[in-house]
């Protein structure tokens, strides 16, 4: 059983920096492609960044230049590191996990993100 556990969320101001981390457990880590999505209140869960087993990544357009995905395999975890956040940029983050980059099928339970104006 996939187990996925996000840390690093909390209350930042707007221009702040956040590092999301995601320990992945029950599944050769290295052959799955690795995301993290978010949900704010009232709205659908969106794709943020993405990273494929080669490292190849994916960004929404709204995050690129200001959020970093990247992953250690010999860790078993994936990093999301948010610069120059802004108020819209509150959500719950979720870290996922799946054979490739549109395939998600492991969710972990979510680290909330609040950006203060």
């Known amino acids: 059983q996939v187990q996925l556990i996000e840390s690093g969320g909390g209350l930042v101001q707007a221009g702040g920096s956040l590092r999301l981390s995601c320990a992945a457990s029950g599944r050769t880590f290295s052959s799955y492609a690795m995301g993290w999505f978010r949900q704010a209140p009232g709205k659908e869960r969106e794709i943020v960044a993405a990273?494929?087993?080669?490292?190849?990544?994916y960004y929404r357009d709204s995050v690129k230049g200001r959020f970093t995905i990247s992953r250690d395999n010999a860790k078993n975890q994936v990093y999301l590191q948010m610069n120059s956040l802004k108020p819209e940029d509150t959500a719950v983050y979720y870290c996922a996990s799946g054979s490739n980059i549109v395939t998600m099928d492991s969710w972990g339970q979510g680290t909330q993100v609040t950006v203060s104006s």
């Open positions: 990273i494929s087993r080669s490292g190849n990544t």
